[in-house]
């Protein structure tokens, strides 16, 4: 098996904050309606996170899951733990209606740190971002879809792998200095 390989090689920009590629990430997207029964233990089992409430996520040890609609979730986990998360998963929805599919080598993770991280989202999603907190945003940045939730001093930004250049040079050009909303 080779190594994984980040979209964008680990790319960094500094403006008036800090954006930087964070990947190659886990990920799973699971499909599931609510009240499946086993649903919140397989999450728990296979990332020790709690089943989010509606645009939230939920974080523990490293690991998180968001909410991405009425029947979908999006497992963060480290990379090389997917195998694992993914057999977790399947055993505890065995013989019920679901999908669990490995989405890692299909996306890109951004974070932007620092003080004023919100204002480079600002300029690009229409989202609210006086109400984001601690939900995960499904929203899109420019003419592209992403994701992004705030935390640990920043934000974090899921897009397509295919479109990771195009986000990065949104992210890099909306933090140059003295652009500051």
């Known amino acids: 098996m080779s190594d994984p390989v980040a979209a964008l090689n680990g790319a960094q920009s ?6 930087r590629e964070i990947g190659p990430v886990g990920m799973i997207t699971l499909r599931a309606k609510p ?14 996170c709690d089943l989010p409430q509606p645009r939230r996520i939920t974080h523990q040890g490293g690991m998180s899951c968001g909410w991405m609609s009425p029947d979908e979730y999006l497992l963060i986990l480290p990379y090389h733990g997917v195998a694992a998360a993914m057999a977790a998963l ?24 620092g003080e004023k991280a919100d204002q480079v989202l600002r300029k690009l999603s229409p989202a609210d971002m006086d109400t984001v907190g ?10 592209v879809a992403a994701a992004f939730w705030a935390g640990e001093g920043g934000y974090t930004v899921v897009c397509f792998r295919s479109v990771a250049g195009y986000v ?6 909306s933090a140059l200095p003295g652009s500051e909303i």
Do not use: N
């Open 14 to 19: 500094e403006g008036f904050v800090r954006v």
């Open 35 to 48: 009240g499946t029964p086993g649903l919140a233990e397989a999450v728990k089992a296979a990332s020790g």
């Open 90 to 113: 399947e055993g505890g929805l065995a013989g019920t209606h679901h999908l669990a599919a490995d989405v890692s080598d299909a996306r890109a993770v951004f974070r932007i740190e």
């Open 134 to 143: 601690e939900e995960l945003r499904r929203s899109r940045l420019g003419q």
């Open 168 to 173: 990065m040079g949104l992210l890099t050009h």
